[in-house]
């Protein structure tokens, strides 16, 4: 007890500087979204700006389409990243125990900024990219416009591979810290028995990484949903993601129209506790069974 209480009075100021700036943008954050924008007069407080961006007739088009959007390539980036990220730590797994050189290979990928990452991407599978210009040299195609559009397009395939190429290693990184605790007993047991691959990955590897692989794909989620540079580096104008709408909101030469981009700050917010909040229903009904 006295380890515990010397322990979060050692945490307490920096929990209470952080606390106290987080509470205050978040205080700040909805205000604004609420109207309250004294830089202008407006202190009273309504909910205009959730009615025009919920169901107004200028804005309510266009915040729908973005959530659908962002809901979409959140999510599917997700899912290949934890898909991805359990195949391969079960097929490093079947080695017994991953190669050291595996996670350096993993941290080198971490160390490009995700901005870096997409400029990149941008550069290698644009039409008038690396590989394009490749495919053009070999006679495979007739020109680099004859490349498939995987940049900038209207399906968000340019940013969905992006961020897979930089969660897959991330969430790696957390289920091989996780298979490097468990003995490899479990994997000789299930193979001695009969089991097949595909079954030591259901019945062995799953449940020991599951709630790593839970906890790492809510993180990317969440991350994915709010984050800014990488869709508006490889999106394009229509459809838009949240963050790059809520920022165009922000950034309006009319000050009045930035309670619409927080009120969108403030549902993106709502929507990432929804899920997170599903995704924990989930887990206590799967550890149910």
């Known amino acids: 007890m006295f380890r515990r209480a010397t ?16 509470g205050a943008s978040i205080v700040y954050g909805v205000g604004q979204s609420l109207g309250w924008l004294p830089f202008l ?14 169901a107004g007739p200028d804005h309510a088009p266009e ?8 809901l979409w390539v959140s999510g599917a980036a ?22 050291r050189r595996t996670t350096t290979l993993l941290n080198l990928n971490l160390a490009f900024p995700h901005l870096v990452w997409a400029i990149g991407l941008s550069l290698l599978l644009a039409q008038s990219g690396l590989l394009a210009r490749i495919a053009a040299a070999l006679g495979l195609i007739d ?19 992006a961020y897979i190429g930089k969660e897959t290693p991330f969430l790696l990184l957390m289920l091989l810290a996780v298979v490097r605790t468990q003995p490899a007993e479990y994997g000789l047991v299930a ?24 906890a790492g ?7 994915i949903f709010g984050a800014y540079e990488v869709p508006a580096l ?8 949240l963050s790059v709408l809520a920022l165009d909101f922000f950034l309006n030469p009319d000050l009045r129209a930035r309670a619409e981009g927080m009120a969108i700050s403030v549902l993106m917010a709502l929507v990432v506790l929804v899920v997170v909040g599903l995704a924990l229903r989930l887990r206590r009904r799967w550890s149910a069974t």
Request: aromatic content about 12%; proline content about 6%.
């Open 234 to 241: 490889l999106g394009v104008r229509f459809p838009e993601m």
């Open 191 to 214: 193979e001695n028995l009969g089991a097949s691959r595909w079954q030591r990955i259901r019945y062995v590897t799953l449940p020991l990484v599951a709630p790593a692989l839970l």
């Open 217 to 223: 794909s809510l993180l990317v989620f969440a991350f």
């Open 63 to 70: 915040f729908w389409r973005a959530l659908g959007f962002s």
């Open 41 to 54: 007069g407006q202190r009273a407080i309504s909910l205009d700006a959730y009615r025009n961006v919920l």
């Open 78 to 99: 997700t899912l290949l990243s934890a898909l991805l990220a359990l195949l391969v730590v079960a097929g490093l797994d079947e080695r017994r125990r991953p190669a």
């Open 143 to 161: 020109g680099p416009a004859a490349f498939p559009v995987l940049v900038r397009d209207r399906f968000g395939l340019g940013i969905i591979l």
């Open 7 to 22: 322990t979060w009075l050692a945490l307490a100021p920096a929990l209470a500087l952080i606390g106290l700036l987080f």
